[in-house]
Nanobody, 124 residues
Framework: QVQVVESGGGLVQAGGSLRLSCTAS????????MGWFRQAPGKDREFVASISWSGGSTNYADSVKGRFTISRENAKNTMFLQMNSLKSEDTAVYYC?????????????????WGQGTQVTVSS
């Protein structure tokens, strides 16, 4: 069974940075697309960013484009989300997800494996 675990969340002031990590175990995910989603209180889970199996293709939500960077290290079965210029509206629980295939879009239905989430709180 595949397990994905997020880390790196915390409390940061507006304008600051955080780096989230997602590590997978159970099998290699080097052939799987991976993504980040987030859910703020009272809101639906929303897409943040995705990355193809090789890292050669990335996709971002408009709200984070230019501020967040998704990357991966397949040799370590790990994915990252570098978040800069954080805003209060970025406050949410951030979830890591892994897809069954090498490319996946922004729909949560494309992802089969999910972490438990890590809280990111941005104070204004």
């Amino acid at each position: 069974q595949v397990q994905v675990v997020e880390s790196g969340g915390g409390l940061v002031q507006a304008g600051g940075s955080l780096r989230l990590s997602c590590t997978a175990s159970g099998r290699t995910l080097s052939t799987s697309a991976m993504g980040w989603f987030r859910q703020a209180p009272g809101k639906d889970r929303e897409f943040v960013a995705s990355i193809s199996w090789s890292g050669g293709s990335t996709n971002y939500a408009d709200s984070v484009k230019g501020r967040f960077t998704i990357s991966r290290e397949n040799a370590k079965n790990t994915m990252f989300l570098q978040m800069n210029s954080l805003k209060s509206e970025d406050t949410a629980v951030y979830y890591c997800a892994a897809a069954k295939y090498g490319f996946a879009g922004s729909s949560p239905r494309a992802y089969s494996y999910w972490g438990q989430g890590t809280q990111v709180t941005v104070s204004s």
